[in-house]
């Protein structure tokens, strides 16, 4: 079974600059998770969708950050205008249901200058 | 205080012994309870999973459960060098399924 699929792996950007993320997850699973990991720190959810629907976003800058899932599969996070802070590892998570175990890609790794 | 509680470690064990991991949670609602293993540079990878109070076994892992003191743990027996990475604690919240992670305990296993 394919895991999590996300892409690019790594990305430079300078602040002020846009990017984009995107994430396959795995197939067949409704709920998909894109989570902030700062240096340090455990993940902090962004965004949780299942499937094409937003469950919480309590976490997103919205003022600056963008998700979408529109056919309840891939999925894309977008920072516009990206900030130092905004530098961290993004990382996307699928399970089949909410309150079950969610499986992670291998994350971007973001560095903003 | 945070959501979820775990000590920021270092945690060092000789090799052989019983590494205790311990997680403590604010929200009494959490249904779900799981422990990720993440080695440096790499993303979380899922070790275990408990919904019920007491213990689970799978292996050389044994998560246990106490929602009355709102607290879950993780033992590592017999613990190897392979096992020195950070372990995460996650919770999920009541319905939505809201995931909240601890910032991990780094274990360190020495030969």
């Known amino acids: 079974e394919a895991g999590v699929a996300q892409s690019p792996r790594y990305k430079i950007i300078e602040k002020r600059q846009s990017v984009a993320f995107w994430c396959n997850p795995i197939?067949?699973?409704?709920?998909l998770y894109w989570y902030q990991q700062i240096l340090g720190q455990g993940p902090k959810l962004l965004i949780q969708?299942?499937?094409?629907?937003?469950?919480?976003d309590s976490q997103l800058p919205k003022d600056r950050f963008s998700a979408e899932r529109l056919k309840g599969v891939d999925s894309t996070l977008k920072i516009q205008p990206a900030k130092l802070e905004d530098s961290a590892v993004y990382l996307c998570?699928?399970?089949?249901?909410?309150?079950?175990?969610?499986?992670f890609g291998q994350g971007t790794r973001l560095t903003v200058v | 205080q945070k959501e979820v509680e775990q000590n920021s470690g270092p945690l060092s064990v000789p090799e052989g012994a019983i590494a205790s991991l311990n997680c403590t949670y604010s929200?009494?609602?959490?249904?779900?309870f799981f422990w990720y293993r993440q080695y440096s540079g790499k993303s979380p990878e899922l070790i275990m999973s408990?919904?019920?109070?007491g213990d689970k076994e799978d292996g050389r892992f044994t998560a246990q459960l106490n929602k009355a003191s709102q607290y879950v743990s993780l033992l590592i027996r017999d613990s190897q060098p392979s096992d020195s990475a950070t372990y995460l604690c996650?919770?999920?919240?009541?319905?939505?399924?809201?995931?909240?992670f601890g910032d991990g305990t780094t274990l360190t296993v020495k030969p």
């Open positions: 969708f299942q499937n094409n629907g937003v469950v919480d």
């Open positions: 929200d009494r609602g959490s249904q779900s």
């Open positions: 996650a919770v999920n919240e009541g319905n939505a399924g809201k995931s909240t």
């Open positions: 408990i919904y019920s109070n």
């Open positions: 998570a699928s399970s089949l249901g909410r309150t079950i175990e969610a499986f």
């Open positions: 197939s067949g699973h409704a709920t």
